[in-house]
T-cell receptor, first 111, second 113 residues
Framework: GENVEQHPSTLSVQEGDSAVIKCTYSDSASNYFPWYKQELGKRPQLIID?????GEKKDQRIAVTLNKTAKHFSLHITETQPEDSAVYFCAASPGGNQFYFGTGTSLTVIP | DAGVIQSPRHEVTEMGQEVTLRCKLISGHNSLFWYRQTMMRGLELLIYFNNNVPIDDSGMPEDRFSAKMPNASFSTLKIQPSEPRDSAVYFCASSPYRMYGYTFGSGTRLTVV
């Protein structure tokens, strides 16, 4: 089955700096890559996703890039704010609705 | 739309007791997923259903765990008997069949003492 690895496990940045979280996947059939944000004590929420026919997608301060050849994808957050502090999960889906999640990155934005 | 609704939000029970977690899907969604989240293991898929039919239950830890979907909008996850190592946050999520994007419920925080 699919195996998703996520790095780093923790990340601290100063407010206003950029944050990058990286994930790799193993199954070349995976074609959908969502990112979820989970604030403390709350549910994971979808913040951005990308499909395998696209190399990059941007939504305001958040962008995701995908390198299918290397089987890795990344989340980029620019101009970080304290409210960006949360745990971020990447996931990969080889089809249907089954997702394989990474182990999460705890992001802390220091004011 | 009220989203995916889980109950209870918190459950504290004694070891050996039966625990039932409940989930109501978003209207029109056909796929239902149960996840368990712990610090050690992250988000683990326990089981998922498409159109009320269990598709993959390979993530269910052992026979003490069972899940049902008696109708298109409701599911239960039962643990009998419960053990302290079952303590975790249990999420259900739903999505339209064969489309992308989960919506998670608020989760049930289970503590078995």
């Amino acid at each position: 089955g699919e195996n998703v690895e996520q790095h780093p496990s923790t990340l601290s940045v100063q407010e206003g700096d950029s944050a990058v979280i990286k994930c790799t996947y193993s199954d070349s059939a995976s074609n959908y890559f969502p990112w979820y944000k989970q604030e403390l004590g709350k549910r994971p929420q979808l913040i951005i996703d990308i499909r395998s026919n696209v190399g990059e997608k941007k939504d305001q301060r958040i962008a995701v890039t995908l390198n299918k050849t290397a089987k890795h994808f990344s989340l980029h957050i620019t101009e970080t704010q304290p409210e960006d502090s949360a745990v971020y999960f990447c996931a990969a889906s080889p089809g249907g609705n089954q997702f394989y999640f990474g182990t999460g990155t705890s992001l802390t934005v220091i004011p | 739309d009220a989203g995916v609704i889980q109950s209870p939000r918190h459950e504290v029970t004694e070891m050996g007791q039966e625990v039932t977690l409940r989930c109501k899907l978003i209207s029109g969604h056909n796929s239902l997923f149960w996840y368990r989240q712990t610090m050690m293991r992250g988000l683990e898929l326990l089981i998922y259903f498409n159109n009320n039919v269990p598709i993959d239950d390979s993530g269910m830890p052992e026979d003490r765990f069972s899940a049902k979907m008696p109708n298109a909008s409701f599911s239960t996850l039962k643990i009998q008997p419960s053990e302290p190592r079952d303590s975790a946050v249990y999420f259900c999520a739903s999505s339209p069949y064969r489309m992308y994007g989960y919506t998670f419920g608020s989760g049930t925080r289970l503590t078995v003492v």
